[in-house]
């Protein structure tokens, strides 16, 4: 099958890979109908992470092939989104709300879901069956809630997003755009969209946004502060990872304010622990526990309550790959969508 | 007045300081019936942050003397146990639950109340008095509730500890002591001390612990999930504030379990922040909104439900502060009580 594979850092190609089969009775073999390239895929693009002919993607939509015979949830012609973390579904830690933590966690990123067709193990609480087949115009939305949504969503409910509160959103790619989105549909009074770029600035406030804030680092955080009588924000998504927006979520955000932190932070990033210590916010984030939210999003798309498909601004086919991650490694795109 | 002054790191004297009076109309001056030596003390102490003839001491508990004009909640004569950060109890924070980020909060360590008075500001914000003037046998217990067990008592209820919860307690200080006993109080199923000292071990036995681990850091760490069928603990208590201890809380914690951060972490402590983010716990810390915790508290030590004052082991008048501080800092006493 094709499948996209890093050769070394900025060297895309699409080439062969084998057809993945069933290996365990739990595993499911879908039939990819979209993917996509996500932020943390331009790590190893820009040589921060190692890639050596590493097979390339974690999102995806598509239709299930075969299954194992042990699984029960779905079955060969669905219509499926997963979550970019397999998860058995049945654990203690599962059953917690906490898929991306199970005991049997593992990245799908290891599969590779930028080719023709993955095997998904743990197919029953990994991937969660549309009620039917979707139109062409809902699947962009679907494909974004196997990670961006998700991501994003599970951001502002660890922000403790709710109404009545002041929500603030450091960082403008798709997760924090989907933040916005998330914080929106959760009734946030007010959110304040962290950006720099005018594209972006544009569909956070069409996602919601009510304010947009240009300054970051400690001017940025000061400003919130200025935006909210001095106080912070009550709520603060931080969706970059880096030491600078780690600190500018933290002195954003009011005493006893949450953060929902999902800017996935990287080897050697070190945060100074007596800024978080007496900030005194709740901070809460990791991998999202996308599996959590995926029957409630497919549902909200699927009654078209939400759009979160706005968020690919670029579409190719699956052998235009390198073009796709050109385009967001020089923000040419906030992300980028993969046809097959 | 006397009044303990460090002139320098490890040079302790108990000299003249002149009385504290009425300043603002908000204000209290009180007459300090016990105060007490804390373990953030240490670090001037030890030279870790400066200490230049600083006058030292932020627990207490005494009679009112004076107050301002328009205090109305504490009068002349009334006993009363005051949180070591100032609050006015009105601002937006305060009323939040968050008085330790009141937007008037003060440290009470600058005004210095290990003497024989001291002036209390936002006295109806930040004092509670007791429901009459204690026995002798209360005093140690009520003066806990200023800062060592309010603080133990938050990092608990930030770990979430609850009926049916296995909590770990990292740092055998009086504060990890005092996160023992509110496990206990907030009804733990299991209680899992991580101590090395016999004479803290039986203390944490005595407030409720289940378990002790004299394991550290990654094996500390890896004795909690040995003990918690691989999965790590509900609930986690740190109570020193290092690296290696904060890193010991997050590996000992389940995904999606709760981190009560209360060891006060020093400036140049860094955090590896992918280790926070692939943990996916929820942290919540800083310095304890006592105030918010001590009518409970104050009832249930004169109810006698509790005996938080056991974790004074030594008690001296105030002119032996300086063997009080020798004690602690050799750890030959757990915490020092000081009577005046």
New interface residues.
């Given amino acids: 099958m094709r499948a996209v594979i890093m050769d070394a850092p900025r060297q895309i190609t699409v080439g062969e890979r084998e057809d993945p089969r069933i290996i365990e009775p739990t595993d499911a073999v879908i039939r990819l109908t979209a993917t996509c390239i996500c932020g943390s895929d331009l790590w190893p693009y820009r040589g921060v992470e190692p890639a050596d002919h590493t097979p390339m993607g974690h999102e995806y939509v598509g239709v299930v092939e075969e299954v194992g015979a042990s699984v029960t949830t779905v079955k060969p012609g669905d219509f499926v989104v997963g979550s970019f973390v397999i998860s058995c579904g049945v654990c ?2 599962c059953r ?3 898929p ?2 199970c ?1 049997h966690a593992e990245f799908v990123a290891g599969f590779g879901t930028q080719a023709e067709k993955a095997r998904i193990p743990h197919a029953d609480g990994t991937l969660v069956a549309t009620p039917g087949m979707p139109d062409d115009g809902l699947v962009p939305s679907l494909l974004a809630a196997s990670d961006v949504l998700g991501t994003g969503w599970f951001a502002a409910d660890a922000a403790q997003v709710g109404p009545g509160k002041t929500v603030a959103v450091v960082g403008d790619g798709a997760v924090g755009l989907m933040g916005v989105l998330a914080a929106q549909q959760l009734g946030a009074e007010r959110i304040i969209a962290m950006s720099r770029h005018a594209d972006r600035q544009a569909l956070a406030r069409e996602y919601g946004a009510t304010d947009i804030v240009t300054e970051r680092g400690a001017e940025g955080a000061a400003r919130i502060k200025e935006l909210t ?3 912070g924000a009550h709520s603060v998504i931080e969706a970059v ?1 880096t ?1 600078e927006s ?1 600190l500018q979520a933290i002195h954003a955000t ?3 304010g949450h953060i929902g ?1 999902v800017g ?11 800024q ?12 999202a ?1 996308v599996r959590r939210y995926l029957p409630e999003l497919i549902q909200k798309i699927w009654d078209r309550e939400i759009d979160p498909g706005k968020v690919f601004d670029l579409t190719l086919p699956l052998d235009q790959a390198a073009e796709g991650y050109a385009a967001m490694h020089e923000r040419r795109a906030i992300k980028v969508m993969l046809t097959l």
């Fill in positions: 203690e830690i917690s709300g906490y991306s933590k005991i009588g001095g106080l990872g030491e780690v009011r005493g006893g932190f996935v932070a990287h080897e050697g990033v070190q945060l100074p622990l007596d978080l210590f007496f900030a005194e916010v709740h901070l809460h984030g990791g991998p526990p």
